[in-house]
Structure formats: C-alpha cells, structure tokens
C-alpha cells in the first residue's frame, strides 16, 4: 500500500502497487519490481503499520528524549521492509500517528576483546 484515498478530507479507501512474486527466503530482500495496480474502498481504514526497526534514520527521529542520545551502532533484527514508510502516508493524508516513541529494541554489547 502506497497511499490513502480520500475525497472531502475522509479517508475511504487504499491504492498501492502489485508487486512481483518472489522466492526469497524469509527475512531476505525481495524483488521491488512491479507488476500492476490496486485500489479497494472500505467503510472505514485503519492503519497498523508495524514497525520501524529497519530503517535506522527514523529510529533514531523518534528516539524518546528519556533515554538519552540514540546509538550511533544499530543492527537490524527485521527485514528491510519494516520500514515505517507507513507513517509518512498516514500523515500525508491528515491522520494521526500515535505513540511514535514506542519502540521495541533488543540491546546488544559488542563482544568483549581477550
């Protein structure tokens, strides 16, 4: 899903893109090529979005001021597509994003030299 549709200011449906079939392994890049279109209309739209662990610059945006400075090392335990570029729609079409500083991260420590 790449957008929200809506006429007079009320949300009423969603479009986006087909994209190709792809064997890649679970939690591996997969093909972006695209292969057609697609738009439903709905009653009502809610958007739960996932994530947004695999893209570090947003992570980073959203970091609550509570924990201090965000690492400036991350590794990423999602695939690429746990992206939050949901957000961005979501606002984009005049909805409200809540709990932005809600994250959920597992803490490494770099191994110990001998």
Not at 42 to 59: K, M, P, R
Not at 83 to 88: E, H, K, T, V, W
């Amino acid at each position: 899903m790449s957008e929200l549709n809506a006429t007079g200011g009320t949300i009423h449906g969603v479009s986006g893109d087909v994209l190709e079939p792809s064997g890649a392994q679970r939690g591996a890049p997969s093909t972006r090529a695209i292969t057609g279109q697609f738009a439903l209309d709905a009653q009502a739209v809610i958007i739960t979005s996932g994530g947004i662990g695999g893209n570090h610059d947003l992570v980073r945006q959203s970091w609550p001021d509570r924990l201090g400075q965000p690492p400036r090392h991350m590794l990423s335990g999602v695939p690429d597509h746990v992206d939050g570029r949901m957000l961005a729609i979501t606002q984009n079409a005049g909805g409200t994003v809540i709990n932005r500083d809600r994250m959920w991260h597992y803490v490494d420590s770099p191994p110990r030299q001998a």
